[in-house]
């Protein structure tokens, strides 16, 4: 069974632009969340989307932001780019409701912003 | 709130030696999730290991074991006979019990341990 994938891998942009990340979930997964992984900052918590709704988002300003599409994937959108938005972003999904609750992740996309 | 503190920041052993990392949670959910995560390299998290609040019960997969003490709150994880291939980010993360309509979702995790297992 394909587990979680994300694209593309590695981005670099600069200051200002606009990018797009992409996720799709293990098959039967309902739920995708969020995580973004920034040198000295841990883990923390984006977005959460189950079903096509968002569900709860983390403190994080409103240029972040996505959907979950019909089939379950998801994009994270990140508008107005700043040098502090290089991070790794990961990608996780589980069965929402269900007793298989366990968050499983992708590989991630490590972004840079110059 | 929620908080998952893992004090150790960075840990040093030389292969085949014991290694526990220690986690340390807040909530004032009585029913909650706790879980471990590997990061090696690459960057991937790999799920380890989940525990539920009501099952105090230590595990043991291998050379890998949790000892959960609620009095404590705390979740350790012990590598036994460790090995160069465990070197990684170890993080302990914190999620409280899915109930429909009612939960938060995301986990909430530790600022994680660097374990480096030298030959």
């Known amino acids: 069974e394909a587990g979680v994938t994300q694209s593309p891998t590695h981005l670099i942009k600069t200051r200002g632009q606009q990018v797009t990340l992409r996720c799709s979930p293990i098959?039967?997964?309902?739920?995708v969340y969020w995580y973004q992984q920034a040198l000295g900052l841990g883990l923390q918590f984006l977005l959460w989307?189950?079903?096509?709704?968002?569900?709860n988002r983390g403190n994080f300003p409103p240029r972040f932001s996505g959907r979950q599409f019909p089939n379950y994937s998801s994009e994270l959108n990140v508008n107005a780019l700043e040098l502090e938005d290089s991070a790794l972003y990961l990608c996780a999904s589980t069965h929402y409701g269900s007793t298989q609750e366990t968050q499983y992740f992708g590989p991630g996309t490590r972004l840079l912003v110059l | 709130a929620q908080k998952v503190t893992q004090a150790q920041t960075e840990i040093s052993v030389v292969e085949k030696e014991d290694v526990t990392l220690d986690c340390v949670y807040e909530t004032r959910d009585t029913t909650y999730y706790l879980f471990w995560y590997k990061q090696p390299p690459s960057g991937e998290l790999v799920f380890l290991i989940r525990r539920n609040s009501f099952d105090e019960q230590n595990e043991i997969s291998g050379r890998y074991s949790w000892n959960f003490q609620k009095s404590t709150s705390s979740f350790n994880f012990t590598i036994t006979a460790s090995q160069v291939v465990d070197s990684a980010v170890y993080f302990c993360a914190l999620s409280d019990l899915m109930n429909y309509g009612g939960s938060q979702g995301n986990l909430i995790f530790g600022k994680g341990t660097k374990l480096s297992v030298k030959p």
């Open positions: 098959s039967g997964h309902t739920s």
């Open positions: 989307y189950d079903e096509g709704e968002e569900r």
